[in-house]
């Protein structure tokens, strides 16, 4: 049997973050199966439909299986599907990934036979066995129906056979892999020339935080990415995986995985890659002391504000850490439990307080535009966040701003289909999916206006957010000393902007950004709709988690979900 793997490319530019989904579908895959398997790094090389048929054909597989970790790629993934079974019709194709929470959609709409939910075993190895007895013919379609994590057509209607038993392991990415079907040098590049770190700050800021910040053995070595964990303590509102709970792994299994890393690949940087660095206090103390004792510099990709403290930042500092992730989302507490975030504006302040305190690098990442927020909780949240500015002038200081996006299989989805910003037929929510493709979320173009402004009015939060911020680091370091030290465009714009009043920078922004954004047209038509069409007051009220909101006004089951319906909720 001979199985093509494709992955589905998340945007235009390939990230460095390696395929891992990939290589563990390859390696958990039954050996009794027999099979012969290739992946071909489609993200990386973006390349044509044509090319990707030209490599189908030249290896002739049975089966194609399409790794769609981000639902946004909907659109991409239904032109593909559509494109490979027109010119090359005798493949099954298998698509695993989170896109399989609109399994209903995929298999209906597209040329995907069977969705994999969930981990890709066992029900992939079982699935591939099933076909090949069958000579990869797919009817009669009840042989898969006692498969569990399937959904595929079985009389007309898409059918979902359950949820499968995970295996609950926290498996490590395999870089022979990686090396074998891609270009591996890409996945590990050095610590100080690579983009890891660079790619969130301003570059020109980011050469002396490495030379101070980084044991100078390890600047020039190689990033590797290690989990320790996988799944998430929390259920954010706007957050949606396959895996139930949170799994840390053993400890001495991700220090020997470490020390592989280091003596096969020069590996000088560790990147916790995974959700929920930290959250198995002990587990993670075990790994810390070990990646000290290595003297190597290492990154907690993702950690919750709620598991840490002073003390174990100090302690991570010195145990060569050197960054720290936080989704910090928002500092009003009310958007937080709109969220259920199960964090406090407090712990998310005392985090990057601590984070800066130690020296460590972070990026502040703001959520703008959850249902409940107004311009009230937007100013909140920039005066919760200028009480957390780095202390050290020289430690880059910089934040990331989007629109809230609503994801399959979240309350934030269904929230927006019970409220009618996403339509409530199957082919109004194939539109939304479709359009979600390569959407920038700090972009306003695809928000699903959940405020009680127009969209022309509140573009200007994101810009208004980073200058504020900005605006208070100047206050705090001093303006000269601001721009002598740190390099990016925004201190001077922000000198400008500070120089005015607060209310008349605020307008002039919140008008000039409507006025480039939509241009005169846009800008009319908003201040008609002003004056004659008032948005009637739907979401400022929202105080509480969307989930619970949902749970008391649930949504009518459509026909065509009747069986697949289970899948919105998330696990
Ligand atoms: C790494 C990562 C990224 C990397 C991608 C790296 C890469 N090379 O693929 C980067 C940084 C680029 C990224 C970006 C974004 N990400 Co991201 N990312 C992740 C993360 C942390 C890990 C993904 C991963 O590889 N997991 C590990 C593997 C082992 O698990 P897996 O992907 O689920 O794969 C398993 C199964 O799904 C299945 N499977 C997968 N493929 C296949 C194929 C076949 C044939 C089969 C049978 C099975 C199968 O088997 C695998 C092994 O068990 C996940 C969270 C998570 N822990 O999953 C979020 C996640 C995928 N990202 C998410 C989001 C929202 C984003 C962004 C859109 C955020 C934003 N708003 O900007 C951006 C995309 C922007 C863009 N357009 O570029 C969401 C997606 C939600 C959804 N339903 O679509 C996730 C799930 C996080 C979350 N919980 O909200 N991300
Ligand atoms: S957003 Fe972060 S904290 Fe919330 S559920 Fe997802 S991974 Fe966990």
């Given at each position: 049997?001979?199985?093509?793997?494709?992955?589905?490319?998340?945007?235009?530019?390939?990230?460095?973050?390696?395929?891992?989904?990939?290589?563990?579908?390859?390696?958990?895959?039954?050996?009794?199966l027999d099979c012969e398997t290739s992946f071909y790094d489609v993200y990386l090389e973006t390349p044509t439909l044509e090319q990707i048929l030209a490599r189908v054909k030249a290896f002739e597989p049975d089966v194609i299986g399409l790794s769609a970790i981000?639902?946004?790629?909907?659109?991409?993934?239904?032109?593909?599907?559509l494109y490979l079974?027109?010119?090359?019709?005798?493949?099954?194709?298998?698509?695993?990934?989170?896109?399989?929470?609109?399994?209903?959609?995929?298999?209906?709409?597209?040329?995907?036979?069977?969705?994999?939910?969930?981990?890709?075993?066992?029900?992939?190895?079982?699935?591939?066995?099933?076909?090949?007895?069958?000579?990869?013919?797919?009817e009669p379609r009840a042989r898969f129906k006692d498969i569990p994590g399937l959904i595929f057509m079985l009389d007309g209607e898409s059918h979902f056979t359950g949820y499968a038993t995970e295996k609950r392991e926290v498996l490590q990415i395999n870089y022979d892999l990686v090396a074998r079907f891609s270009n591996i040098n890409h996945y590990l590049e050095p610590a100080f020339s690579g983009q890891r770190l660079r790619r969130s700050y301003n570059k020109t800021e980011m050469d002396d935080f490495f030379v101070e910040h980084f044991r100078p053995e390890n600047l020039h070595k190689l990033i590797g990415q290690v989990s320790a964990s996988i799944g998430c303590v929390a259920k954010c509102t706007f957050c949606h995986r396959f895996y139930k709970g949170y799994t840390a792994a053993d400890p001495k299994s991700v220090n020997d995985y470490i020390d592989m890393l280091v003596e096969k690949y020069d590996v000088g940087t560790i990147f916790f890659w995974e959700e929920n660095w930290g959250s198995d206090k002990k587990a993670t103390r075990q790994i810390v002391e070990h990646l000290k004792a290595r003297r190597l510099n290492w990154i907690a990709g993702a950690t919750r504000v709620s598991t840490i403290d002073d003390e174990?930042?100090?302690?991570?500092?010195?145990?060569?850490?050197?960054?720290?992730?936080?989704?910090?989302?928002?500092?009003?507490?009310?958007?937080?439990?709109?969220?259920?975030?199960?964090?406090?504006?407090?712990?998310?302040?005392?985090?990057?307080?601590?984070?800066?305190?130690?020296?460590?690098?972070?990026?502040?990442?703001?959520?703008?535009?959850?249902?409940?927020?107004?311009?009230?909780?937007?100013?909140?949240?920039?005066?919760?966040?200028?009480?957390?500015?780095?202390?050290?002038?020289?430690?880059?200081?910089?934040?990331?701003?989007?629109?809230?996006?609503?994801?399959?299989?979240?309350?934030?989805?269904?929230?927006?289909?019970?409220?009618?910003?996403?339509?409530?037929?199957?082919?109004?929510?194939?539109?939304?999916?479709?359009?979600?493709?390569?959407?920038?979320?700090?972009?306003?173009?695809?928000?699903?206006?959940?405020?009680?402004?127009?969209?022309?009015?509140?573009?200007?939060?994101?810009?208004?957010?980073?200058?504020?911020?900005?605006?208070?680091?100047?206050r705090k370091h001093g303006v000269l000393n601001c721009l002598r030290h740190r390099k990016a465009r925004r201190y001077k714009y922000a000198l400008v902007y500070m120089s005015l009043p607060r209310p008349v920078r605020r307008f002039l922004l919140k008008y000039g950004e409507a006025l480039w954004y939509f241009g005169l047209g846009g800008f009319s038509s908003l201040l008609y709709r002003k004056v004659f069409r008032a948005r009637p007051k739907r979401f400022s009220g929202v105080d509480r988690s969307l989930r619970a909101l949902l749970r008391a006004a649930p949504l009518p089951i459509r026909d065509d979900d009747r069986n697949t319906a289970v899948l919105r909720a998330g696990r």
């Open positions: 049997m001979k199985l093509l793997l494709l992955n589905i490319p998340l945007g235009p530019y390939a990230t460095t973050d390696a395929p891992v989904a990939i290589t563990r579908v390859i390696e958990n895959l039954d050996p009794a981000l639902s946004h790629n909907y659109g991409y993934v239904k032109k593909l599907s079974k027109e010119n090359y019709p005798r493949a099954v194709q298998v698509l695993g990934g989170e896109m399989a929470s609109v399994g209903n959609i995929v298999v209906r709409r597209t040329a995907v036979d069977f969705c994999v939910t969930g981990e890709s075993e066992p029900t992939f190895s079982a699935l591939l066995g099933r076909l090949k007895e069958s000579d990869f013919h797919l174990t930042i100090r302690e991570w500092k010195e145990a060569g850490c050197v960054q720290i992730g936080f989704g910090i989302e928002t500092g009003s507490q009310k958007i937080l439990d709109t969220m259920e975030k199960k964090t406090t504006v407090r712990q998310n302040v005392e985090a990057l307080r601590s984070c800066y305190r130690h020296r460590l690098l972070t990026c502040v990442l703001v959520l703008l535009g959850m249902p409940g927020e107004t311009e009230e909780t937007v100013d909140e949240t920039i005066r919760n966040l200028s009480t957390a500015l780095p202390e050290d002038i020289r430690l880059p200081y910089d934040m990331a701003i989007n629109f809230f996006q609503a994801i399959p299989g979240t309350p934030g989805y269904e929230y927006a289909r019970a409220v009618g910003l996403i339509g409530s037929s199957l082919d109004e929510e194939e539109r939304y999916l479709e359009g979600l493709y390569d959407v920038d979320a700090s972009s306003i173009k695809h928000y699903l206006n959940f405020t009680d402004y127009e969209r022309e009015e509140i573009v200007y939060w994101r810009h208004y957010v980073l200058l504020e911020l900005t605006a208070a680091y100047m």
